[in-house]
């Protein structure tokens, strides 16, 4: 099974639209003060070994617009092939990119590689996530082995400015739970954000995390603002996941500080 979409905003508008199932994209009315949205479906349920999804997302120069994932997506165990997922992200000059998918529950046994790539414009504004849950935590599974490989590429103006790769296969129950490695965590999450004054975005994310029972951090890298969670409770990941993006949102391009009404569903 391949599923393909392709989605470019202009200025104000919806640009191009390409899609085959079962990947698909629904276009809600965005309230007032937000950009053009667009709702991500796998109207499939899920993806197993062997599934392939590509997704196209392009900000036109001087335009805005959000992609939302309409649910988790699931990766079910795999025999042996892998699921691939490639997402490639584009901000044109003085545009704002947003993409904010839900968690990513990989069960037991799934194989899944996932790349991310993110150009930017020279003057580009773009905030872009990802969540992963390790196993159907609400059902006392954990991710135990299988394959986990989702890997970042970040380039500005078609220079490379930060690369980043999660690789877990053979035991990863051991990985897991390696204090130093991710000390028992159950989910993880990474931000990366794209804006003007990146130290003072930062330091807004560190002020937001100072209640945070998990374990969580900010920095930046070549200009990019890079946070990141770590946590045994993925509820509580999600939240603190949630509200740093509303904040920032608002503070890197005066929108509302709010989330798509999906990501409360």
């Known amino acids: ?132 849950v390790f196993g159907r935590t609400a059902r006392g599974e954990r991710l135990s082995h299988g394959l986990l490989r989702d890997a970042w590429d970040v380039r500005r103006d078609g220079r490379l400015i930060w690369a980043d790769a999660l690789h877990l296969d053979g035991d990863i129950a051991a990985k897991l739970d390696a204090p130093a490695g991710f000390d028992g965590a159950n989910a993880c999450a990474t931000l990366v954000l794209a804006a003007p004054a990146p130290e ?18 900010a920095t930046v890298v070549a200009g990019l603002v890079i946070a990141r969670w770590l946590d045994r409770d993925a509820a509580r990941l999600r939240k603190s996941f949630g509200a740093a993006w509303a904040m920032l949102r608002h503070e890197a391009a005066g929108l509302p500080r709010r989330l798509p009404r999906l990501w409360e569903i």
């Open 1 to 132: 099974m391949r599923g393909k979409a392709e989605i470019t905003f202009g200025r104000d508008r919806l640009a191009h639209l390409f899609q085959q199932a079962p990947l698909r994209a629904l276009f809600p009315t965005p309230p007032d003060g937000e950009p053009p949205q667009a709702a991500l479906v796998t109207t499939s349920g899920g993806l197993a070994g062997g599934d392939r999804l590509d997704l196209s997302v392009t900000v036109d120069d001087g335009g805005a617009g959000l992609v939302v994932a309409s649910a988790a997506e699931k990766i079910y165990r795999s025999t042996g092939p892998d699921t691939e997922v490639e997402i490639a992200l584009a901000a044109g000059s003085g545009s704002w990119l947003e993409f904010l998918p839900q968690e990513t529950i990989a069960f037991d046994g799934s194989r899944l590689r996932r790349t991310t790539r993110l150009d930017l414009a020279a003057d580009a504004r773009a905030l872009a996530g990802e969540m992963l």
């Open 200 to 217: 003072r975005l930062r330091d807004l994310i560190r002020d937001g995390l100072a209640d945070y029972d998990g374990r969580a951090g």
